[in-house]
């Protein structure tokens, strides 16, 4: 499986940016699709996720201003966000887990998630 992730940008406070990842290869035996952001000095974090029955979760931080979504043939996931903010800044990374079950933290660790796209840049500025 292969990940593209497009559409980082520059943007002011308060803007709105829509990431993209296109997905190839072969899927199927991919449950979950994510994404994940790394802030500079930071460890990366979960943003979104969601699963093949369209279980959408998403990190505190973002919940009521980003949205997750893939198009119906399961092969382009987005990220729309709106109301960004400075601390959003970071490099964001699309990902695809197998893992079917999940108890505990909204996110499987990184060692769960098979795939994972090279990111693309997010900077917010004040």
């Known amino acids: 499986v292969h990940l593209v992730e497009s559409g980082g940008d520059s943007v002011q406070a308060g803007g709105s940016l829509t990431l993209s990842c296109v997905a190839s290869?072969?899927?199927?035996?991919?449950?979950?699709m994510g994404w994940f952001r790394q802030a500079p000095g930071k460890e990366r974090e979960g943003v979104a996720r969601i699963d093949k029955e369209g279980s959408r979760r998403y990190a505190d931080s973002v919940k009521g201003r980003f949205t997750i979504s893939q198009d119906n043939d399961k092969i382009t996931l987005y990220l729309q966000m709106n109301n960004l903010k400075p601390e959003d800044t970071g490099m964001y990374y699309c990902?695809?887990?197998?893992?079917?079950?999940?108890?505990?933290?909204?996110?499987?660790?990184?060692?769960?998630?098979?795939?994972w796209g090279q990111g693309t840049q997010v900077t917010v500025s004040s």
């Open positions: 290869g072969y899927t199927n035996g991919q449950y979950l």
């Open positions: 990902a695809a887990s197998s893992v079917r079950s999940w108890v505990g933290s909204v996110f499987p660790p990184e060692y769960e998630w098979n795939y």
